[in-house]
């Protein structure tokens, strides 16, 4: 199916790590994406990972990629109250297509 | 560079009738996107232009569903005889590559809000 997968709720401490976890279905995706969404806001792109490769870290975000299992990850080191929003995975299907599938949102909620 | 804007930021609209929304993406990109999101949901695809033409159709846009990008600029989304099913959030975004290939990186607007009552 068309599905990318999320879990709906997470709740951290703040200076914890968050995990947050995606399943896609395509193996054929190119591209995979990381984006938050404050309540009010638009969409922010926090990061991306090619296909190709297995891990990317930029600052306190890693992206983990599974590409056996379509896994994808996004480890927030160090977590803040800022970081509280709803974060969604996407991908990009294929070559030649700039169709992108988005997950249902995973909402991160960092208590003080 | 000001962003992505979307007008107007809410529609509030009886069943059955046409609205039509606009989005001006950041100047100079070439590619316009266009996703509908429900509540509790993310972006669903509907539509995307790379300069004036639009390559690529979502079968969520149904025929009540047309978009334009005239020049290659500004985009419009218009929603003919609207269903309550059409309430949702309609979001645009814009980015910029170079030739045919590579990843893009896409700036949102805040998005439109339609009712129908």
Known sequence: ????????????????????NCTYTDSSSTYLYWYKQEPGAGLQLLTYIFSNMDMKQDQRLTVLLNKKD???????????????AIYFCAERRGSGTYKYIFGTGTRLKVLA | ??????????????????????????????????????????????????????????????????????KGSFSTLEIQRTEQGDSAMYLCASSFIPGTSGTDTQYFGPGTRLTVL
């Open chain 2, 1 to 70: 560079d000001t962003g992505v804007s979307q007008d107007p930021r809410h529609k509030i609209t009886k069943r059955g009738q046409n609205v039509t929304f606009r989005c001006d993406p950041i100047s100079e990109h070439n590619r316009l996107y266009w996703y509908r999101q429900t509540l509790g949901q993310g972006p669903e695809f509907l539509t995307y232009f790379q300069n004036e033409a639009q390559l690529e159709k979502s079968r969520l846009l149904s025929d009540r569903f047309s978009a334009e990008r005239p």
């Open chain 1, 70 to 84: 379509k896994h994808l990850s996004l480890r927030i080191a160090d977590t803040q109250t800022g970081d509280s």
């Open chain 1, 1 to 20: 199916g068309e599905d990318v997968e999320q879990s709906l709720f997470l709740s951290v401490r703040e200076g914890d790590s968050s995990v947050i």
